[in-house]
């Protein structure tokens, strides 16, 4: 469900080929969403076989093979919002770090500080990391921001960097 709220979110955005939706989803997401390369393709190939998603031409580079524009469909903007509406409510309130904190007690009390202080500083590198994003987002046209993620985020990493404070490790 992921990949095709993220792909058919950026056509809804504009017509694109596939390496160009890989670039958004590195620039905007960096390592927030784990999208491998192939799958992208894959996710295509089955939204234009499902009708969500159409090529509407062509690009050739010097030297590169021709790539496919993509172009999001009426019934693949329909989709898209029916699979917004999935994810808010079924989704589960989760992250990945809770399956490790389900098992954190079998690592010795120094694992778990180690764990703890490097865990701190790769926040810290991802909270100035988001705030660039947020101070370049305000030139940005409102429809065009991504300031609603960028402050999500933000958010999300800054009450994880709290309740890591309050460990006792």
Known sequence: ?????????????ENLYGYEIKKKIVERLEDYVDIKFGSIYYAIKKAVDNGWVKRVGTEKDSGNPERYIYEIMPNGKKHYKKLLKQYFDKTLIHFDIDIVLMFINYLSEEQKKQYVEQRTAALKDKLEAIKKKIEGEKSQPGEQSYREIFTYLEHHLKAEMNWLKSLNW
């Open 1 to 13: 469900m992921k990949i095709e709220i993220t792909i058919l979110g950026l056509l809804m955005e």
